[in-house]
């Protein structure tokens, strides 16, 4: 599939929120790249949606060097979503596994936006949108995780000043229990830990996709062309913002 100007590239969009982004992209007639480091998963989800398929690890400079090649006629939207839990907890006392634990969720979550996206940047419109997946996360804690979303949150704030005399703008979503996105493991939270994660929310209802894919595409949207540097939450109401 040839790529065109305006290109809306949607890092991590093999499952879960990523491809439920892609999806609503491709159905507003847009040309969607995912990118995902397994390559038959990525194959599949954009046969199924309509997308273009671009394996890649987004955290190696190399892979990301080929994807603004591929990227060439220029870029609307970025999407920075690739992350997730990238390694478990160690024992205590093993320091050399707490060292790759922390190297490894900060790689997985931060390092990949922090390496895409000034590669796409001499690609982006002006006036076009980069839009981060953070986490509840970075305002809870939980572990290495936790502290590595708030950085990428964190430097959303000083993309969106270097973007901004581009009136490109540059935000993050923070959501909270969304189910279908593998973050629990295949079978999902324990029964317990569902339960705890509805009773943290106002509305007792479990989040989805397509709830962060509509901030998304407001986001991405004319109409939120004054919103910039800033990190808005999908949690239900588990974590207020002031």
Known sequence: METRENLVVVTGGAT????????????QGEDVVITGRRAPALTRA???IGAQAFPCDNADPDHVARLAEHCSAGVRVLVNNAGGIAAPVPPA???????QSWL??????MLTAVLTTPALDPLLADGGRVITIGSIAAETGSGSYGPAKA???SWTVDLARRLGPRRITANAIAPGYIAGTGFFGPDGPSETRREALLAA?????????EDVAGLVAYLASPQAGH????TLHVNAG???TR
Not at 93 to 99: F, I, R
């Open 16 to 27: 879960g929120i990523g491809l439920a982004v892609a999806r609503h992209f491709v159905e």
């Open 46 to 48: 954009a046969k199924q």
């Open 93 to 99: 006392g093993d320091l050399h596994g707490l060292a």
């Open 104 to 109: 490894s969720n900060y790689t997985a979550n």
């Open 151 to 153: 950085a990428a949150q």
């Open 201 to 209: 929310t106002m509305t007792g209802r479990v989040g989805q996709p």
């Open 227 to 230: 919103v910039t540097g800033q």
């Open 238 to 240: 588990a974590v207020t």
